[in-house]
Every structure is written in C-alpha cells, then in structure tokens.
C-alpha cells in the first residue's frame, strides 16, 4: 500500500485541490495538529484549547459547576460535526 500523502502539503488551487479529484489518493491523506488544552485553575470549569495560533474556550452550566460562559465540550463536538 502506498504511503498517505500529507494533507497541508497539497495544493489550494481550485481544481488541483485533493477534494477536487474524484478520488483520493491510493494512500489516503495524513494530516497531523497538536491541540493543546489545560484547566484555567480558579474558574470552575473553564478551560482552554490552542491549536495553531486560536484559541478557544469551553464551560459547563452552573448545574454541573461551571459559569454557563462559554460553549460546553460537547457542544464543540455537535458543531465539529457540522463542519
């Protein structure tokens, strides 16, 4: 089999882009991220996710301890889907 070609290697002209072809590459695609996370200590259940230069921030509803501040985990999954 052959070896999956790295993802962010590939071109963003329209037309020559992977999801432009009928078919993906015999290896498939490769596409690494280091996702950082931590708890921001103090605040409950607030924490915070890096990748790439953004950053995001989750909560929880004040039932389970949280502020309700920002988007529960699960609600970034729901929309990671959507994407």
């Known amino acids: 089999m052959e ?3 790295d993802g962010f290697a590939t071109s963003d002209v329209p037309g020559e ?9 015999p290896g498939g695609l490769s596409t690494d ?3 950082y996370t931590e708890v ?5 259940q607030l924490k915070r996710g890096t990748v790439d230069g953004f950053e995001v ?5 004040p039932r389970i301890g949280g502020e309700g501040k ?12 959507g994407f």
């Not at 921001?40 to 409950?44: D, L, N, R």
């Not at 921030?57 to 509803?61: H, K, L, Y």
């Open 33 to 35: 991220a280091e996702v």
């Open 17 to 25: 882009r992977v999801i432009d072809k009928p078919e993906l590459p």
């Open 3 to 5: 070896s999956p070609v």
């Open 70 to 81: 920002h988007p529960t985990p699960m609600t970034y999954m729901a929309m990671g889907t």
């Open 57 to 61: 921030f989750c909560d929880e509803s």
């Open 40 to 44: 921001v200590m103090g605040t409950g």
